[in-house]
């Protein structure tokens, strides 16, 4: 299949959003209403120039017909909400050090009750994305810095491996501390970062594997060029490897396919059970092989990450 499946449980229908009912003047999202880009009352930090505030009449415009062409970050929030007072400078201090990669839109659910409804929120913060108009589950509840970044790395991931590599310009103004905090990109990753945005994955790979010569021990680096060979890879996987993989529990490269395709799409914990049952029922060079594919798995979700921990502990049981 070239291109991973979105649809998956817990993912949200976003179809009848696409046409919100007209509102009466005042209402929310009118200039000037609670929750109306530059209307006061929002979190503090709410402005920067990656990050829109949005509404049920822009919600189609402003999140579907974006997301066509980047990730669209819609976070759902509310003022009266102490986890989302926490979360929302995080996310739009990230917005601002990505610079485009992604579009970040905040809904206040208290100014937005039939749009919250309409898309099943229960409880705030609530972070999900959306690729061409599909829903790509994120996160509930604050999180940390880190662990934020590390969704959205998966989340650039799953977009290039979906053909979506353009950025968002600018969409408001950035605000002093946004211009004081963003850095300045790093020459050392333009070649990379340049390929990735042209689509073109093996020259990404090549500039990736012409930094790691000049320096192997750059982390970032490493990353960059599992996530790059991970899209590669999971391009035009054979719907039947499945199957395949069920049938044959010792035939790694069907076993590694299917993790890879199960990473893309989301499903992390079930990518790392997989390689770790194969390396349990393998020996020798494929065990080997198990391993160390597993551990490139490791580099794109991130070291620091709990699940990544908590896989390397069973890895460990598993060889020992």
């Not at 509310?78 to 485009?100: F, H, K, N």
């Not at 959306?130 to 999180?143: D, E, H, K, M, N």
């Not at 905090?181 to 042209?198: G, K, L, M, Q, S």
């Amino acid at each position: 299949m070239s291109q991973p499946n979105f649809s998956r449980p817990g993912a949200i229908d976003l179809s009848s959003l696409r046409k919100p009912p007209a509102r009466p003047g005042g209402a929310p999202g009118a200039p000037g209403a609670p929750g109306a880009p530059g209307a006061p009352g929002g979190a503090p930090g709410a402005g920067g120039a990656y990050v829109l505030n949005v509404t049920e009449p822009t919600f189609q415009a402003d999140v579907i017909e974006r997301s066509l062409q980047v990730p669209v970050v819609v976070e759902f929030w509310s003022p009266r909400s102490d986890q989302s007072l926490a979360l929302s400078p995080v996310l739009i201090q990230l917005s601002t050090e990505y610079a485009g990669k992604f579009l970040l839109t905040r809904i206040d659910i208290d100014a937005n009750p039939q749009l919250a409804q309409a898309v099943g929120v229960q409880t705030v913060p609530l972070v999900i994305a959306v690729l061409r108009g599909q829903v790509v589950p994120l996160f509930q509840g604050a999180v940390g810095e880190p662990e934020a970044r590390q969704y959205l790395d998966q989340l650039l991931t799953v977009a290039v491996a979906n053909g979506i590599t353009g950025r968002t310009d600018p969409v408001g103004p950035a605000g002093p501390a946004d211009e004081a905090a963003e850095p300045e990109p790093d020459p050392r990753y333009e070649a990379a970062d340049n390929a990735v945005a042209a689509g073109d994955l093996d020259g990404a790979i090549a500039a990736y594997e012409a930094l790691l010569k000049e320096t192997p021990a750059d982390a970032e680096a490493k990353a960059g060029l599992s996530r790059v060979q991970l899209v590669k890879r999971t391009r035009d996987v054979p719907a039947e490897v499945r199957t395949r993989a069920a049938d044959n529990p010792e035939d790694i490269e069907a076993q590694m396919l299917v993790a890879d395709v199960d990473l893309m799409g989301g499903h992390v914990d079930d990518a790392f059970a997989r390689l770790i049952k194969t390396i349990q029922v393998t020996a020798g060079d494929d065990r080997n092989a198990v391993r160390l594919h597993l551990l490139e798995l490791f580099e794109v979700v991130g070291a620091d990450d709990e699940r990544v921990v908590k896989a390397r502990r069973r890895l460990m049981a598993a060889l020992f």
